[in-house]
């Protein structure tokens, strides 16, 4: 991914959205477990709930599958991850936007849960992001983020690399290249905490999600 080697926030180049979309994602999916299902668990019918940086919409298909009753949006900044996320979302009637985390195109207070997986690390202004995420959410709704944490252990990142689908004798690069790259420029768990206390939430934490290089980002809105 040369484009994102040189800069982490730089939008996906066509083939590297191809690339992550069939290399890297299902083993995004597959290291999400039951995120962000135990978000939307205790939603209401027609709750209205935004995925921020959704790629090619697989969490979107999934959680659309587990609950139809529910109004999903998805947004990602990327042309080519909105027409995947929209072939594998069709059936379910999910909205999909283009657009950028640090300028939502939404209302004020027009969710009942926001949820991102694996996508702050690419935003220009992650604080900025998060603010955008938390203006759109409903009081006493809630969000959760998952993303790559800088100080996962070299054990958990080689089971979350050694799921991507290449072969194997190329894992050790992509090992490398996840660990000093994608993690180095990712949030570590005092970063995390101190972005989600600038937010207007009255509950936050914070962790590390066992087994897997990455933590996991709470909070409802105040």
Sequence with gaps: MIGLL?????????WESRLYDAVIAPA???FMSSLPYDLVSELPRDARVLDVGCGGGQILASLAEQRPDLKLVGLDLSPEQIRRATKRTSRFGVELR?????ELPFDDESFDAVYSCASIKHWPDPPRG????????????RIAIVETDRGCHLP???CF????????????????MFRTWVAGQSPDLAEAD?????LPLSERSVQRITGTPALLMLGVKG
């Design 130 to 141: 998060l603010s955008e995420c938390a203006r759109v959410l409903r009081p006493e709704g």
């Design 194 to 198: 101190a972005m989600l206390e600038a």
């Design 156 to 158: 958990d990142a080689a």
């Design 161 to 176: 690399v050694g799921q991507w689908r290449l072969p194997a004798p190329l894992r050790p690069l992509a090992l490398a």
């Design 98 to 102: 283009r657009g950028s985390a640090l």
């Design 6 to 14: 040189q800069n982490m926030t730089s939008r996906y180049a066509p």
């Design 28 to 30: 995004v999916v597959r």
